[in-house]
Antibody
């Protein structure tokens, strides 16, 4: 059974940092692209970042470029999102999601989400 | 402002058919990138409902179907049931932005 489990969310002050993790199981992690998608309270889904199979290619939404860094450890089947210089508008539930390798493929499995709250 | 445009809400009575539209542009849906649909039940994570090739994951009833034409796509739900009440999102890839994009979401109310 495919499982994605996020951790690392919490309350952080503006300007602070947080690192999210996504533990994957039930599939060959190194064969898939991975993504982070966020959802602010009461709002819609927003794609945040992508990383390819071996971690050599990454993409970011303009709103987080230069502040967030996506990475992966294929040996430990884990995806990460390092979030620096956090702002109030980064407050959201952050989901990790899987897709096959290619731009056409859907996000076929999602984690349960990790809540990040940026507030003083 | 989402790159893909969806109506904020739709509604229908049990047993009826409803459609949810998703309007994009020549750099996403019109560029032949697939459009995928997700269902998000209250308080839960999104789940894939219908993919761009009209495939449904195991367990998704065939009451749900997707279609695409030009720069728009649609999700059709037939035989509406109370448990279909949820938020629905379309998603594609945008070649100009080089990012994945979502619609703003549509809340389906079963009357």
């Amino acid at each position: 059974e495919v499982q994605l489990v996020e951790s690392g969310g919490g309350l952080v002050q503006p300007g602070g940092s947080l690192r999210l993790s996504c533990a994957a199981s039930g599939f060959t992690f190194s064969r898939y692209w991975m993504h982070w998608v966020r959802q602010a309270p009461g709002k819609g889904l927003v794609w945040v970042s992508h990383i390819n199979n071996d971690g050599s290619t990454t993409n970011y939404a303009d709103s987080v470029k230069g502040r967030f860094t996506i990475s992966r450890d294929n040996a430990k089947n884990t995806l990460f999102l390092q979030m620096n210089s956090l702002r109030a508008e980064d407050t959201a539930v952050y989901y990790c999601a899987r897709s096959s390798s290619g731009y056409h493929f859907p996000f076929d499995y999602w984690g349960q989400g990790a809540l990040v709250t940026v507030s003083s | 402002q989402s790159v893909l445009t969806q109506p904020p809400s739709v509604s229908g009575a049990p047993g009826q058919r409803v459609t949810i539209s998703c309007t994009g542009s020549i750099s996403n849906i019109g560029a032949a990138y697939d459009v995928h649909w997700y269902q998000q039940l209250p308080g839960t994570a999104p789940k894939l409902l219908v993919d761009g090739t009209s495939n449904r994951p195991s367990g998704v009833p065939d009451r749900f179907s997707g279609s695409k034409s030009g720069t728009s796509a649609s999700l059709a739900i037939t035989g509406l049931q109370a448990e279909d009440e949820a938020d629905y999102y379309c998603q594609s890839f945008d070649s100009s932005l080089t990012t994945w994009v979502f619609g703003g979401g549509t809340k389906l109310t079963v009357l």
